[in-house]
């Protein structure tokens, strides 16, 4: 039987634990998932693509057939180079949705084969956003709740050294 392989792409920066439930809900439903860093992103990111592929790693290593990279260019190209069936995003918002579903349909239209599949994290997620994330530990909020400890340790350390 064939492996079925998804690409689960985007920023995370940094990755948060919206993020890691459609990591964990993508395992459910295919053989393999890979976590990926976009590297050609025209947001201007806060950890550099090093520390934001590190974390991922960190944090999906004891998590069975979920692997962490990072890709360049199309995001389509690298789907196909992997060989993956499918790309998964997750949706929290209807205002998400319209992006989402322009990409989605570009990704298509770039590479008919590979379907999109929209996850919806657990409820109590809904609300959460790396760039919120990064706002509250900036203005002295916790952030434990909202990402794993060693995402914490990270942000803490990131903006200690962004302070100096
Ligand atoms: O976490 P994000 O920032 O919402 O993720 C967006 C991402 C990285 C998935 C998107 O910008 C992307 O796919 N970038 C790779 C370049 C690409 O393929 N662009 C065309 C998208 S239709």
Redesign the pocket.
Known sequence: MDMRTVIY????DPLTNGHLDVIKRATKLFDRVIVAV?E??S?KPFFTLAERKRMLAGVVKDIPNVTATSFP????DFAAKKKACAII?GLRVVSDFEFEFQ?AL??RR?KERIETVFMMPRGKYIYLSSSLVKEVARLGGEVSTFVPDSVERALRKKLRAKRR
């Not at 792409?9 to 995370?12: E, V, W």
């Not at 260019?73 to 389509?76: C, H, I, K, S, Y």
């Open positions: 792409p985007g920023s995370f976009a050609s992103s947001k260019g199309l995001l389509v995003r990409m570009m990704n770039l």
